[in-house]
C-alpha cells in the first residue's frame, strides 16, 4: 500500500507528455521545418519562372570558366541547373563600365527590414537607375521595378557571386558560350544613330562600356564606297539577345545609303559597322567626353575638321619641301631573313612593297632617296647604318611590320637618339591616321638601326602583320599605298617644322 | 514496481525530443552553411581578386608579363616552396614561374643556365643557345615583350643580398650582339612604357 502511494506521488510529480505538450513539441518541429523549407526555397537561388523573361538558355553544362571583357574570372564558376551561372566577377565590373557598392537605403525595396539591410548591394552604371541585388533572392530591383533572375547571388568564399545570364541584359552585355567551354561576358555595341549637324552628317554609335583608347579600327573601300569600324572586345548589342546576325541597323541619310552591324569576330568578339555610301567620302572621328560614345564625322573629300583625326584618300602635300634633302628609306629583312610570317605572307615582301611606294612618293617630294635594298636581297643591320652614314642622309627611316599575336593591333613608330623624336612624333601622327588602326603611339627602342646612325632616324611598324585583319589590309596594294603617304607626309610635315 | 515501471515508460516524449534535438541540430547546421546575415558589405568595394593567398613564409615575386595587347601586366605570385631568399635563388625562381605561366613569351627550348649579380648593380642572365633563336626574335612588339618582361621582373626582386639596377643577356657564357633587330650588347635598364596602366 505503501508502494502504491509512493507509487501514486510519483505519477503525480513526474513530468509525463501530455496531449498538450506532444501539441507544442509538434508545432515546435514543424515550425522548424517550415523555416527550413522556406530558406531552403529562396537559397536553392534558382528560379525557373524566371525563363519566361530571358527565353531559351543554352545549354550550361559544357562551362568551364567564364571571362568577363577577355579577362578570365579564376575562380571555377558555379552552374544552377540549367538555369545560369554564376560567377565571382565583381572585381571585374569596370569592363562592362559598372561598379559594385554597399546599398544606399534609399533603394532598399519597401518594408525591408533594417536587419536585413546587410543582404543588399547595388551595381552602379553611369547615367542608369543603379540594380539592387540581395544575397540569396533571385530578383532585381532597377528604378522601383522588380526584375526576375535566373538565379539569386550568393556570397560564398569572402565573395559575391553573380548570375552571368541573368545579370547580362541588365549590365547591357552579352553572354554567349565558346567552344572551348569558356562563358565570355561582354561589353555590347547598343546602337547607331544617323543625324545632321549644320550641314554634316554625324554617325554615333553608343556602347555599353566605355571604349578603350585604340580599340575601334576603321577602313575605308572606293568600290563599292564603304566606311567600316571594328569595336575590338565589343559584341553585338542592338537587343540582338546574343545573336551575331548581321542585321539593317539604320536606314542611312544623304550619301549614307544603310548602316549595317555584324560580328565580325567571334571569341574574342569584335563588332563591325558598316555605313554603305552612295559616293566616296571622308571621315573624320570626333573626340567624345563620353567614352561610351563614338561620333564620326563624313565630310566631301578634301575637307578638314579641327580636333578631327581623318581619314582620307589625300595625296600627300608639300610638294617640292623636300628639296635638298637626302633620305636613306631601309625596307626590312630581305633575302633568307623573311622577317614575320603571316598567316598569307610575309614581312619582308610587304616592307619592299610599301618602301617602293614611299620612295616615289619622296623623290615627288623633291628628295634625293637612297634605298638599303630595292629587291629580295639580305643587308646585315650594320650595313644598312653604314650605307646611311656614309651617303650622309639627313633622314633615315627603317620600314617595318609588327607581330605578336592574332590579336594585338595597330601602328607605332620608334625612335632613339633625342634628335629623332620629333621625326617620330610627326612618322607616327600621319601614319597611324593613314592606316585607321589603333594609334599605339611612338616608343623608345635600342634597334640596331637607330641606335647606330648619325642622323635622325625612325623605326616605323605599320600594322601587326600577325593580326589576321590587319594582314588582310596590308596584303591590298592600295592599302599598302595608304601607309606609305602617310610616312612621306610624316617627313614632310616634319622638315617643315623643324627643317 | 516491475509492472508500474513499465506502465510509466512513453516512448512518444522521447521519439518526439530525439526528432526536435535532430531537426535543432540540422537547422543550425544549414543556418551556419547558408547564412547571409554575417554578410559584410564592405567585402563587396573591395572584393576579391581570386587570387589565392600568399604564404608569409614565401617570397612574393613581381612578374611582368606579356597581355593580348602586347603590354607587359605586372602581378605578385608566391614563389615556388624552398625557393631561398638570396637574389640568384629569385631571380632563378622569377623565370621559371615566367616560362611556366607564359611559355610562348620565350623562345622554345630556352634555359636559364646562370645568374651571376655585379658590383655596378648587374644582374647576367646566361641562357642556352635556344633564346637567341632567330625566328622567334620578329616583330617589335615580340620583341619588346621578351625583354621586358625579363628585365622588369629581374630588376623588380627584392633580396638583401643584391638589387639588380640593370640586365646582361648572355648566350652559353658570350654576350649577346642582336636579339631580331634588338641591339642587346649592353645592360638594360627597366622600361616601364612597356607596362599597361589600365
Given at each position: 500500500?505503501k508502494?502504491?502511494?509512493?507509487?501514486?506521488?510519483?505519477?503525480v510529480?513526474?513530468?509525463v507528455?501530455?496531449?498538450t505538450?506532444?501539441?507544442?513539441?509538434?508545432?515546435v518541429f514543424?515550425?522548424?521545418?517550415?523555416t527550413?523549407?522556406?530558406?531552403?526555397?529562396k537559397?536553392?537561388i534558382?528560379?525557373?519562372?524566371?525563363?519566361s523573361?530571358?527565353g531559351d538558355?543554352p545549354?550550361?553544362?559544357?562551362?568551364r570558366?567564364?571571362?568577363?571583357?577577355?579577362?578570365?574570372?579564376?575562380a571555377?564558376?558555379?552552374?544552377?541547373?540549367?538555369?545560369?551561372?554564376l560567377?565571382p566577377?565583381?572585381?571585374?565590373?569596370?569592363?562592362l563600365?559598372a561598379?559594385a557598392?554597399?546599398?544606399?537605403?534609399?533603394y532598399?525595396?519597401?518594408?525591408?527590414?533594417?536587419?536585413?539591410k546587410?543582404e543588399?548591394?547595388?551595381?552602379n552604371?553611369?547615367k542608369?537607375a543603379p540594380?539592387?541585388?540581395?544575397?540569396g533572392?533571385?530578383?532585381?530591383?532597377?528604378?522601383g521595378?522588380?526584375k526576375?533572375?535566373?538565379?539569386?547571388p550568393?556570397y560564398?568564399?569572402g565573395?559575391?557571386?553573380?548570375?552571368v545570364f541573368?545579370?547580362a541584359?541588365?549590365l547591357g552585355?552579352?553572354?554567349?558560350?565558346?567552344p572551348?567551354?569558356?562563358l565570355?561576358?561582354?561589353?555590347?555595341?547598343q546602337?547607331?544613330?544617323?543625324f545632321e549637324?549644320?550641314?554634316?552628317?554625324?554617325v554615333?554609335?553608343?556602347?555599353?562600356?566605355?571604349?578603350?583608347?585604340?580599340?575601334?579600327?576603321?577602313?575605308?573601300?572606293?568600290?563599292p564606297?564603304?566606311?567600316y569600324f571594328?569595336?575590338?572586345?565589343?559584341?553585338?548589342?542592338?537587343?540582338?539577345?546574343?545573336?551575331?546576325?548581321e542585321r539593317?541597323?539604320?536606314?542611312?541619310?544623304?550619301?549614307?545609303?544603310q548602316v549595317?552591324?555584324?560580328?565580325?569576330?567571334?571569341?574574342?568578339d569584335?563588332?563591325?559597322?558598316?555605313l554603305?555610301?552612295?559616293?566616296?567620302?571622308?571621315a573624320a572621328?570626333?573626340?567624345?567626353p563620353?567614352?561610351?560614345?563614338f561620333?564620326?564625322?563624313?565630310?566631301?573629300p578634301g575637307?578638314s575638321?579641327p580636333?578631327?583625326?581623318?581619314?582620307?584618300?589625300d595625296?600627300?602635300t608639300g610638294n617640292?619641301?623636300?628639296?635638298?634633302?637626302?633620305?636613306?628609306?631601309?625596307a626590312?629583312h630581305?633575302?633568307?631573313?623573311?622577317?614575320?610570317?603571316?598567316k598569307k605572307?610575309?614581312?619582308?615582301?610587304h616592307?619592299?612593297d610599301?618602301a617602293?611606294?614611299?620612295?616615289?612618293?619622296?623623290?615627288?617630294?623633291?628628295?634625293?632617296v637612297?634605298?638599303?635594298?630595292?629587291?629580295?636581297?639580305?643587308?646585315?643591320?650594320?650595313?644598312r647604318v653604314?650605307f646611311?652614314?656614309?651617303?650622309?642622309a639627313?633622314?633615315f627611316?627603317?620600314?617595318?611590320?609588327?607581330?605578336?599575336?592574332?590579336?594585338?593591333?595597330?601602328?607605332?613608330?620608334?625612335?632613339?637618339?633625342?634628335?629623332?623624336?620629333?621625326?617620330a612624333?610627326e612618322?607616327?601622327?600621319?601614319?597611324?591616321?593613314a592606316s585607321?588602326?589603333?594609334n599605339r603611339?611612338?616608343k623608345?627602342a635600342?634597334?640596331?638601326?637607330i641606335?647606330?646612325t648619325?642622323m635622325p632616324?625612325?623605326l616605323?611598324?605599320?600594322?601587326?602583320?600577325?593580326?589576321?585583319?590587319e594582314?588582310?589590309?596590308?596584303?591590298?596594294?592600295?592599302?599598302?599605298?595608304?601607309?606609305?603617304?602617310?610616312?612621306?607626309?610624316?617627313?614632310?610635315?616634319y622638315?617643315?617644322k623643324y627643317r | 514496481m516491475?509492472?508500474d515501471?513499465?506502465?510509466?515508460?512513453?516512448?512518444?516524449?522521447?521519439?518526439?525530443?530525439?526528432?526536435v534535438?535532430?531537426?535543432?541540430a540540422?537547422?543550425?547546421?544549414w543556418?551556419k552553411?547558408h547564412?547571409?546575415?554575417?554578410l559584410n558589405?564592405?567585402g563587396?568595394?573591395?572584393?576579391?581578386?581570386?587570387?589565392?593567398?600568399?604564404d608569409?613564409t614565401?617570397?612574393?615575386?613581381t612578374?611582368y608579363?606579356?597581355?593580348n595587347?602586347?603590354?607587359?601586366?605586372?602581378?605578385?605570385?608566391?614563389?615556388?616552396t624552398?625557393?631561398a631568399?638570396d637574389?640568384?635563388?629569385q631571380?632563378?625562381?622569377?623565370?621559371?614561374?615566367?616560362?611556366?605561366?607564359s611559355?610562348?613569351?620565350?623562345?622554345?627550348?630556352?634555359?636559364?643556365l646562370d645568374?651571376?649579380?655585379?658590383?655596378?648593380?648587374?644582374?647576367?642572365?646566361?641562357?642556352?643557345?635556344?633564346?637567341?633563336?632567330?625566328?622567334f626574335?620578329q616583330?617589335s612588339a615580340?620583341t619588346n615583350?621578351?625583354?621586358?618582361?625579363?628585365?622588369?621582373?629581374?630588376?623588380a626582386?627584392?633580396?638583401?643580398d643584391f638589387?639588380?639596377?640593370?640586365?646582361?643577356?648572355q648566350?652559353?657564357?658570350?654576350p649577346?650582339?642582336?636579339?631580331?633587330?634588338?641591339?642587346?650588347?649592353?645592360?638594360?635598364?627597366?622600361?616601364?612604357?612597356?607596362v599597361d596602366?589600365h
Amino acid at each position: 500500500m505503501k508502494h502504491r502511494n509512493s507509487s501514486s506521488t510519483n505519477r503525480v510529480h513526474t513530468p509525463v507528455l501530455r496531449p498538450t505538450h506532444a501539441g507544442f513539441f509538434l508545432l515546435v518541429f514543424c515550425s522548424l521545418l517550415f523555416t527550413l523549407a522556406a530558406h531552403a526555397d529562396k537559397n536553392t537561388i534558382g528560379n525557373p519562372e524566371a525563363l519566361s523573361v530571358y527565353g531559351d538558355i543554352p545549354d550550361l553544362g559544357g562551362v568551364r570558366n567564364v571571362s568577363v571583357s577577355g579577362h578570365e574570372v579564376r575562380a571555377l564558376p558555379m552552374r544552377v541547373g540549367n538555369l545560369d551561372i554564376l560567377s565571382p566577377f565583381t572585381s571585374s565590373l569596370s569592363l562592362l563600365g559598372a561598379s559594385a557598392t554597399q546599398v544606399n537605403t534609399s533603394y532598399l525595396p519597401k518594408g525591408t527590414p533594417s536587419s536585413k539591410k546587410d543582404e543588399f548591394f547595388q551595381i552602379n552604371i553611369p547615367k542608369q537607375a543603379p540594380i539592387i541585388l540581395q544575397i540569396g533572392n533571385a530578383v532585381a530591383y532597377v528604378g522601383g521595378r522588380r526584375k526576375p533572375l535566373l538565379a539569386a547571388p550568393l556570397y560564398s568564399k569572402g565573395q559575391i557571386w553573380l548570375p552571368v545570364f541573368s545579370l547580362a541584359p541588365l549590365l547591357g552585355a552579352s553572354a554567349r558560350i565558346a567552344p572551348d567551354g569558356t562563358l565570355h561576358l561582354n561589353p555590347t555595341v547598343q546602337s547607331v544613330n544617323v543625324f545632321e549637324v549644320k550641314g554634316t552628317l554625324t554617325v554615333t554609335v553608343s556602347t555599353s562600356a566605355p571604349i578603350p583608347a585604340g580599340k575601334v579600327l576603321m577602313g575605308t573601300t572606293d568600290s563599292p564606297p564603304k566606311i567600316y569600324f571594328d569595336f575590338q572586345g565589343f559584341s553585338m548589342g542592338f537587343n540582338a539577345n546574343n545573336s551575331s546576325d548581321e542585321r539593317v541597323v539604320d536606314k542611312g541619310k544623304d550619301e549614307i545609303d544603310q548602316v549595317r552591324a555584324g560580328l565580325f569576330q567571334s571569341f574574342p568578339d569584335t563588332t563591325r559597322i558598316v555605313l554603305d555610301l552612295k559616293k566616296p567620302m571622308q571621315a573624320a572621328v570626333q573626340p567624345m567626353p563620353d567614352k561610351r560614345l563614338f561620333a564620326l564625322l563624313l565630310l566631301s573629300p578634301g575637307t578638314s575638321t579641327p580636333g578631327a583625326t581623318t581619314i582620307s584618300n589625300d595625296q600627300p602635300t608639300g610638294n617640292g619641301s623636300l628639296k635638298g634633302m637626302t633620305i636613306v628609306v631601309d625596307a626590312g629583312h630581305g633575302g633568307h631573313d623573311s622577317g614575320a610570317p603571316g598567316k598569307k605572307s610575309l614581312e619582308k615582301n610587304h616592307a619592299l612593297d610599301i618602301a617602293k611606294r614611299l620612295t616615289r612618293y619622296l623623290r615627288s617630294m623633291g628628295a634625293r632617296v637612297l634605298m638599303t635594298r630595292d629587291d629580295d636581297t639580305f643587308i646585315s643591320l650594320q650595313g644598312r647604318v653604314a650605307f646611311a652614314n656614309s651617303h650622309k642622309a639627313d633622314i633615315f627611316i627603317s620600314v617595318h611590320l609588327n607581330s605578336f599575336n592574332n590579336t594585338a593591333g595597330g601602328t607605332e613608330t620608334y625612335y632613339y637618339t633625342s634628335h629623332s623624336k620629333a621625326l617620330a612624333n610627326e612618322v607616327q601622327r600621319s601614319l597611324a591616321a593613314a592606316s585607321g588602326l589603333s594609334n599605339r603611339g611612338v616608343k623608345t627602342a635600342r634597334y640596331y638601326v637607330i641606335r647606330h646612325t648619325n642622323m635622325p632616324a625612325v623605326l616605323t611598324e605599320s600594322c601587326f602583320i600577325s593580326n589576321p585583319h590587319e594582314e588582310d589590309l596590308v596584303m591590298q596594294p592600295g592599302y599598302r599605298d595608304k601607309l606609305a603617304r602617310g610616312m612621306a607626309q610624316g617627313i614632310a610635315n616634319y622638315v617643315k617644322k623643324y627643317r | 514496481m516491475t509492472q508500474d515501471n513499465k506502465s510509466n515508460f512513453r516512448p512518444l516524449p522521447f521519439l518526439l525530443m530525439i526528432v526536435v534535438l535532430i531537426a535543432l541540430a540540422a537547422g543550425g547546421w544549414w543556418v551556419k552553411t547558408h547564412s547571409t546575415d554575417t554578410l559584410n558589405t564592405a567585402g563587396i568595394t573591395t572584393p576579391s581578386t581570386g587570387q589565392t593567398g600568399i604564404d608569409a613564409t614565401q617570397h612574393e615575386l613581381t612578374l611582368y608579363l606579356p597581355n593580348n595587347n602586347a603590354m607587359l601586366e605586372k602581378s605578385s605570385v608566391a614563389a615556388p616552396t624552398g625557393t631561398a631568399s638570396d637574389f640568384v635563388s629569385q631571380a632563378k625562381a622569377a623565370i621559371a614561374v615566367m616560362q611556366e605561366k607564359s611559355p610562348d613569351d620565350f623562345p622554345s627550348g630556352t634555359q636559364l643556365l646562370d645568374v651571376k649579380t655585379g658590383g655596378d648593380g648587374t644582374a647576367v642572365l646566361n641562357f642556352n643557345a635556344k633564346f637567341t633563336d632567330g625566328q622567334f626574335w620578329q616583330g617589335s612588339a615580340r620583341t619588346n615583350m621578351t625583354i621586358y618582361s625579363i628585365v622588369n621582373t629581374i630588376t623588380a626582386i627584392s633580396a638583401d643580398d643584391f638589387q639588380a639596377q640593370q640586365v646582361q643577356f648572355q648566350v652559353e657564357g658570350k654576350p649577346i650582339e642582336v636579339l631580331g633587330e634588338f641591339d642587346a650588347h649592353d645592360p638594360l635598364e627597366p622600361d616601364m612604357q612597356w607596362v599597361d596602366q589600365h
